[in-house]
């Protein structure tokens, strides 16, 4: 039975732990990873009863249920926690949308292997091996892929929206399904799957660290630039100067003013975050400024001074991108902990 309860529950978490050792800047904190997980874990208890309330209705036999309609409830409840952490900025990075997508699958083969070990006490240990490497492990590729698909189309199209999300959710659905569909052999579609999820993770990790160090150095320069000139008196001088001067025009003065404290603090705030990503990548121990708290009040204040039309305004001078607003999240998170 402790055998059993090993190879079911724990090669999942395993396999999660190397992708966090293996993530460079290891940007996701353990208390996120942890919620994510349990996030996971409930997700799977919403689809034991939605599958066993569509069993009732449908008068479905159990593997045709397992078989064809688990899967797309399944991926679409394990990806509605990717898409809100989208939303709420906490994934800035390829590498994080893998980790959190495959965390996320993690917890919901935690409970749905429990559920399985609980109920059938006569399986030999070659099919906890199987629940185990396979399909708890493909649980967390599916969600992983899910969201490395709609991270990657949401850094290209530098925004989030739904419609971004159906291509990732329709590959996890269909990788799941034919899983579920035993095309081939069990044991050589465990190994199979071992073997492409290590290869696409290893590629991926390979690209967003290539992709963080050349947004690093990129957006670092562009913003240190446009701080200098800001605080050097030779901002109004600048293509940004004139733009934001412009505006005098259609808003008050006292709200442009506003806007230009606004945009010292972000470019201030962008600036910190970046040095202190180069610093955790390189080793160095980093410090979190006493006065930083200070800033994001100050800053959450002028947000709501400066109203919708101001902050619409700045965009072009901020490049509002997901990425970069990210970047914010991540230094404020840094400085609670």
């Not at 992983?144 to 590959?171: H, Q």
Request: glycine share 6%; aromatic share 12%; net charge neutral.
């Amino acid at each position: 039975m402790i055998a059993s309860i090993l190879v079911s529950l724990c090669p999942v978490f395993i396999f999660l732990l190397f992708l966090v050792i293996f993530d460079s800047y290891k940007l996701l904190k353990l208390s996120l990873l942890l919620k994510i997980i349990f996030l996971g874990c409930i997700a799977a208890v919403a689809s034991f009863y939605i599958e066993y309330l569509i069993e009732i209705i449908l008068h479905l036999h159990v593997t045709t249920l397992s078989i064809y309609i688990a899967p797309p409830i399944e991926e679409l409840l394990k990806a509605t926690i990717v898409m809100i952490l989208f939303y709420k900025k906490r994934i800035g990075f390829l590498v994080d949308a893998a980790i959190i997508g495959f965390a996320v699958g993690a917890g919901f083969s935690f409970v749905e292997n429990s559920y399985y070990l609980s109920i059938l006490n006569h399986e030999t240990i070659f099919t906890w091996v199987l629940r185990g490497f396979g399909t708890a492990v493909m649980h967390g590729s599916t969600t992983c892929l899910m969201a490395i698909i709609s991270g990657y189309i949401i850094e290209k199209n530098n925004c989030t929206r739904i419609k971004f999300f159906i291509p990732g959710i329709l590959v996890a659905m269909c990788f799941h399904l034919s899983f579920n569909l035993f095309i081939l052999p069990p044991i050589l579609m465990t190994v199979l799957l071992i073997i492409v999820f290590s290869i696409v993770i290893f590629v991926i990790f390979q690209q967003s660290e290539r992709g963080l160090e050349k947004w690093l150095d990129t957006g670092f320069e562009s913003d240190i630039s446009l701080l200098k000139s800001l605080q050097g008196g030779r901002f109004k001088e600048s293509k940004a100067g004139k733009y934001l001067y412009s505006l005098q025009e259609v808003l008050p003065k006292e709200i442009v003013g506003d806007m230009l404290c606004f945009l010292g603090l972000h470019l201030e705030l962008a600036v910190r975050a970046k040095a202190l990503l180069m610093l955790r990548e390189t080793g160095y121990p980093v410090e979190i400024d006493s006065t930083i708290q200070d800033k994001f009040s100050e800053m959450t204040y002028l947000e709501k001074t400066i109203g919708r039309s101001g902050i619409a305004a700045l965009k072009p001078l901020l490049h509002f991108s997901d990425k970069d607003l990210w970047q914010i999240y991540f230094l404020k998170s840094s400085h609670n902990t």
